[in-house]
């Protein structure tokens, strides 16, 4: 079981940065990839990043590629998402999520665990 901890979102000014972070607390399985996803108001769930657990490679959608980087502290189980040059557009609840794959996936129902999200919401 893996259970999923985010935090660092929050109220900004667009152009501003945020740093999201999220911590996997492993028991009985270890996650391979860790992805993110959020949910804008009214919308459905959006793919944004994901990234292989020890390994390195990683996948960032086009919608925010160039603005956002995903990284991870692999000593302490910890996943990050950089988020600079916020739109306000990028407001929504953003999600972490855990999959068993090797392969990173876009799909949100490959990912088995998810924690209860970060709100970030981005002025004009």
């Known amino acids: 079981q893996v259970q999923l901890v985010e935090s660092g979102g929050g109220l900004v000014q667009a152009g501003d940065s945020l740093r999201l972070s999220c911590a996997a607390s492993e028991r009985t399985v270890r996650p391979s990839t860790m992805g993110w996803f959020r949910r804008a108001p009214g919308k459905e769930r959006e793919f944004v990043a994901a990234?292989?657990?020890?390994?390195?490679?990683?996948y960032v959608s086009d919608s925010v590629k160039g603005r956002f980087t995903i990284s991870s502290d692999n000593a302490n189980n910890t996943v990050y998402l950089q988020l600079n040059s916020l739109k306000p557009e990028d407001t929504g609840v953003y999600y972490c999520?855990?999959?068993?794959?090797?392969?990173?996936?876009?799909?949100?129902?490959?990912?088995?665990?998810w924690g209860q999200g970060t709100q970030v919401t981005v002025s004009s």
């Open positions: 999520a855990a999959s068993s794959s090797i392969l990173i996936r876009t799909g949100a129902d490959k990912y088995t665990y």
């Open positions: 990234i292989r657990v020890g390994v390195g490679s990683s």
